[in-house]
């Protein structure tokens, strides 16, 4: 049984992200050579890649992706095949190494790699127990419900003193519950001490470096961080929450740094390559924009969206629906650093719904033809809580609306819209996080997927009324992970110091509209609460979702009237 979140590089390196509530596996497999070539394997939520840079230069030689199947075998259910994982994994190296060897490179010289995310298999057969179970899944949500019922005040922050997190079906403690409640082959296989549980790195790092025959059961401190048995502060698994939620800890992995050689890739063309860096995908990110000093942030625009800032070597605790997290930990010897993380369920999430379920656009690509189109979602207005609401709110049971409808609407104002909705939740993380660190964001750094949208681009900036600054490179999380594997002691090819880092080309996005007298906090209008009213005949659990909409509609008063 699977979960996700890492990262792990094979000088090569790996990050993945399915240690919160639906699977995201990134295999980062970095190479590294001795002309300072690093390959990375990245495991996301829909596809394995292998990514080849330059560790000098950090510019990308070549990569390879193939895609993962999701299944969706009940409503609100997400699930991944860890086999197809780790066989799409062999294949992603295997067509990279041939393009290697195409571009006049000797593939004997490589040195590295990275990896990561969450399941059980069983250490005798090295078959897994159950499929992945990816992190937007909220089959855990009666699961969640029960555990909050159970805590002090019934306060879903109980832990978070210990975790930095909410209890909510995003992590994977709760879903390791939730198989060892209702998979029998789960259960038995854990009373016989014959299961392991790890994120997707772990499954991966295991699987490379022997299997049943020896494999390495580890994980990185970046990942571990997500699942609510971590404790941030110890750095290491924490008694008390295994307790908590009736979790063996024999069955967890070791954990690691960020940066080290965890063991040898044991078969295929890159046989006795050191995997040598292993990252949650986020946390990837946030080396690969190279936000090494306290107060830097970035936002990923993927599947969802995630805000980071590093805070330094101290955890700062949220009291606006923030996460704490583990940022990195570059070196065994190295101090760990924490972050400050907004996240949000649904973002390019939204583009594949509109291309897939309504057919509204064909391809994701056409979403940016047509909001250009209409250049206002006259008054409309989308909240995609597909999966409920995550920050700064973390309620499971809000659901998706579409309002503001009238005879003129049409697709190119729906696709305008969506694009806003994932701006809106961006400013509200990034007001959140303001409120948390006392200093306000001056620019914004982004990467990911979608920022290749220039019209969301430009709009973010508007919205935030803020600078926004896209790398020219948009695959930081993958060149993240490359970073890690490479500077592990060991193998040496990338120097982290700050006169050493590779200098990456990046194009800014300034607002273009009059931010004066723009407010971040925010009221009900007249306006908003005659929305309200309209919203309101929706039906149930959608509280936080006309809230939402409400904030969307203000901002939408505020700056564009």
Not at 52 to 71: C, D, G, M
Not at 405 to 425: D, P
Request: glycine share 8%.
């Amino acid at each position: 049984m699977f979960f996700c979140r890492p990262c792990v590089n094979l000088t090569a390196g790996v990050y993945n992200r399915f240690f919160t509530s639906s699977i995201v596996v990134i295999t980062c497999l970095l190479f590294a050579l001795p002309v300072c070539l690093s390959p990375l394997i990245c495991s996301s939520s829909t596809y394995n890649k292998t990514y080849v840079f330059n560790a000098k230069t950090a510019k990308l030689i070549s990569h390879h992706k193939v895609e993962i199947n999701q299944n969706f075998p009940k409503e609100g259910w997400v699930e991944e095949d860890p086999k197809e994982i780790i066989q799409s994994v062999y294949e992603c190296m295997e067509r990279t190494c041939e393009k290697l060897q195409q571009l006049n490179i000797d593939i004997s010289n490589i040195k590295g790699g990275t990896v990561r995310r969450p399941w059980f298999w069983d250490k005798e057969t090295g078959e897994p127990l159950y499929n992945a179970i990816v992190w937007l899944d909220l089959r855990t949500q009666s699961t969640v419900e029960r555990l909050i019922n159970k805590a002090p005040g019934k306060n879903k922050n109980h832990l978070k003193h210990k975790t930095g997190l909410p209890i909510s079906t995003y992590f994977s403690a709760v879903k390791l519950r939730w198989l060892l409640d209702n998979v029998d082959e789960v259960r038995q296989a854990v009373m016989s001490e014959r299961a392991l549980f790890g994120t997707v790195d772990s499954w991966i790092i295991w699987c490379l470096t022997g299997g049943r025959n020896g494999g390495v059961h580890c994980t990185d401190v970046t990942n571990a961080s997500r699942t609510m048995l971590f404790n941030i502060h110890t750095m290491d698994w924490d008694p008390e929450l295994c307790r908590y939620f009736d979790i063996p800890m024999e069955i967890l992995p070791k954990v690691r740094s960020s940066s080290e050689i965890y063991g040898l890739v044991k078969s295929g063309s890159l046989t006795g390559v050191p995997i040598s860096g292993c990252l949650g995908d986020q946390s990837a990110a946030l080396v690969g924009q190279m936000c090494f000093g306290e107060g830097d942030a970035k936002n990923t625009y993927g599947t969802g969206c995630f805000l980071l800032r590093n805070t330094g070597t101290k955890p700062v605790m949220s009291d606006h629906g923030l996460l704490t997290t583990i940022a990195y930990k570059l070196g065994t010897d190295r101090p760990a650093c924490y972050a400050l993380e907004g996240s949000v369920a649904i973002a390019g999430a939204v583009v594949r719904w509109l291309k897939d379920n309504m057919g509204i656009v064909q391809s994701s690509s056409e979403i940016e033809k047509l909001a250009a189109a209409a250049g206002t979602s006259y008054g409309c207005y989308f909240v995609p809580a597909f999966s409920g609401l995550y920050a700064p709110y973390w309620e499971p049971s809000a659901r998706g609306i579409i309002c503001g409808l009238t005879q003129f609407t049409n697709r190119n104002h729906l696709a305008f819209a969506a694009l806003e909705a994932v701006c809106f939740q961006t400013r509200e993380i990034l007001d959140a996080m303001n409120l948390d660190s006392g200093i306000p964001l001056t620019q914004l750094q982004v990467d990911g997927g979608m920022t290749s949208n220039r019209l969301l681009m430009q709009l973010q900036a508007d919205i935030l009324c803020m600078p926004v600054v896209r790398p020219t490179m948009s695959e930081t999380t993958a060149l993240g992970a490359a970073m890690a594997a490479g500077a592990a002691e060991g193998v040496d090819v990338w120097s982290l110091s700050p006169g050493h880092l590779p200098q990456v080309m990046c194009e800014k996005y300034e607002p273009q509209i009059n931010c004066e007298g723009t407010s971040s906090s925010f009221t009900i209008n007249q306006g908003s609460q005659t929305w309200c009213q309209v919203i309101l005949v929706q039906g149930p659990h959608t509280d936080q979702s006309i809230l939402m909409c409400i904030r969307s509609i203000k901002y939408y008063h505020k700056i564009y009237k």
